[in-house]
Nanobody
Framework: QVQLVESGGGLVQAGGSLRLSCAASGIIFNINTMSWYRQAPGKQRELVAT???????NYADSVKGRFTISRDNAMRTVYLQMNSLKPEDTAVYYC??????????????WGQGTQVTVSS
């Protein structure tokens, strides 16, 4: 099993920056794709950014050029650097990881979520 602990959320003014972190722990074989999702009030959860094991990234159109996803494989941690934040970025942000267990089964895990609030 994988446990994910997120940190870095908070309140920021429009145009400001925040950096989210998500650290994975647990006895597993490997972690593949790591992602950030977000869910605003009254809306469905949406994919924000993804990074593969080898570092390939993909972003939602709404955050391209403003957000950067990165990872530290040794620390089993994924980051989301968020710059030029807008009020519409306000949401609960969740990290998600796809992993391989010691028995070579595939699984995925979710973090508990961290609130990001951008004031205008």
């Amino acid at each position: 099993q994988v446990q994910l602990v997120e940190s870095g959320g908070g309140l920021v003014q429009a145009g400001g920056s925040l950096r989210l972190s998500c650290a994975a722990s647990g006895i597993i074989f490997n972690i593949n794709t790591m992602s950030w999702y977000r869910q605003a009030p009254g809306k469905q959860r949406e994919l924000v950014a993804t990074i593969t094991l080898v570092g390939s990234t993909n972003y939602a159109d709404s955050v391209k050029g403003r957000f950067t996803i990165s990872r530290d494989n040794a620390m089993r941690t994924v980051y989301l650097q968020m710059n030029s934040l807008k009020p519409e970025d306000t949401a609960v942000y969740y990290c998600n990881v796809d992993y391989i267990s010691l028995t070579r089964d595939y699984g995925d895990a979710w973090g508990q979520g961290t609130q990001v609030t951008v004031s205008s």
